[in-house]
C-alpha cells in the first residue's frame, strides 16, 4: 500500500519540530555545508577528468596546472580559497557601507569548500580515469553532483559562496540581471582561465570542452532537481523570520536583479 510521505506522521512531526527557530537554522546550516561539500566533490571530479572544470572553477583548475608545472605549493583547494577570497574583497569594495557585516560569514563557508575540494581530490585521485569516455562520464558526474549540491544549497536559504555572491553584487551595482551578469561573468572567468593557460603552459589546460558542456549543462541540471525536491519540500520547513539579512538591500529589487538568495530560484540560476 502506497503511503503518501507528505501526509503521514513522520513528516508532520519533523515539521513541527523544524518549524522551530533554533532546530530550523540548525537544519539550515547543515542543508548549506551538505550542499557546499557536495559542491567540493562536483569541482574535483571534474578536475580529475582533465576535460574542462566548470567556468567558476575554471582559473584556480588553470593555476593548479600552473603550480604543479613551476613546483609551487599550491593545489586545487587553495587556488580556491584565494579566488573565492578575491571574489569577497570584490563584494566588499563594491557594497561599501551597505556591506553588512553578517556576509563575512561566507570566508568559513569558502574555506570549507576549499577544505573539501583537496580532500574529494585525495580520496579520488588513484582512481583517476583512464581514456576519454570513463573521462566524459566522470565529467557527466560531475555536472549531476555539482547541480544536487547547488539546488542542497540554495534550499538552506543562508548565505552563498562568493563566486555567485559577487555576480548578485555586481548585478545590483550594474542594474543588470542576475541571469545576464552570470553570463558575462562565466564567460570573463573561462577567458582568464584560457589565457593563462595558452600563455603560461603553452596549450589548453583544464578549459576544454568540458568547461563549454558543464556551462550548458549545470543549469538544466539544477532545474532537473529542483522539480524532484518539489517531492520533499517538507524537509526544509519555511523559516518564522529572516535569518540572515540578504545580502544586497531589498529596495531596488525593481532594477531587475535578484537581491537575496531567497529570491533565487533553480530557474534564475539556470537561466
Wanted: with cysteine; hydrophobic share 55%.
Amino acid at each position: 500500500m502506497h503511503v503518501n510521505i507528505n501526509s503521514s506522521t513522520f513528516a508532520i512531526s519533523w515539521q513541527r519540530f523544524f518549524s522551530k527557530p533554533t532546530a530550523n537554522l540548525a537544519l539550515r546550516i547543515i542543508f548549506m555545508f551538505a550542499g557546499l561539500i557536495c559542491i567540493a566533490l562536483g569541482i574535483a571530479l571534474a578536475k580529475l577528468a582533465t576535460m574542462g572544470t566548470s567556468p567558476i572553477s575554471s582559473v584556480p583548475a588553470v593555476m593548479t596546472e600552473v603550480s604543479e608545472h613551476f613546483g609551487i605549493p599550491m593545489t586545487m583547494g587553495m587556488w580556491t580559497f584565494v579566488f573565492n577570497l578575491s571574489y569577497f574583497l570584490l563584494e566588499l569594495a563594491l557594497l561599501r557601507r551597505a556591506f553588512k557585516p553578517v556576509q563575512f560569514l561566507q570566508i568559513p563557508l569558502f574555506f570549507v569548500l576549499s577544505v573539501f575540494v583537496d580532500v574529494w581530490l585525495g580520496v579520488f585521485g588513484p582512481m583517476a580515469p583512464e581514456g576519454y569516455a570513463q573521462q566524459l562520464v566522470w565529467l557527466l558526474a560531475s555536472i549531476a553532483v555539482l547541480g544536487f549540491g547547488i539546488r542542497v544549497q540554495l534550499a538552506s536559504d543562508l548565505l552563498m559562496t562568493p563566486g555567485d555572491a559577487a555576480v548578485q553584487v555586481i548585478a545590483y551595482v550594474s542594474k543588470i540581471r542576475f541571469s545576464r551578469c552570470k553570463v558575462i561573468w562565466d564567460v570573463s572567468l573561462m577567458s582568464l582561465a584560457a589565457l593563462v593557460s595558452l600563455l603560461v603552459l603553452g596549450g589548453l589546460y583544464q578549459v576544454r570542452e568540458g568547461t563549454i558542456i558543464s556551462a550548458l549543462l549545470v543549469g538544466p541540471m539544477v532545474r532537473l532537481i529542483d522539480r524532484a525536491f518539489e517531492r520533499v519540500s517538507w524537509l526544509v520547513p519555511p523559516a518564522s523570520r529572516t535569518l540572515i539579512a540578504p545580502l544586497c538591500p531589498a529596495e531596488d529589487a525593481e532594477a531587475g536583479f535578484e537581491p537575496a538568495l531567497g529570491d533565487m530560484t533553480a530557474s534564475d540560476y539556470a537561466e
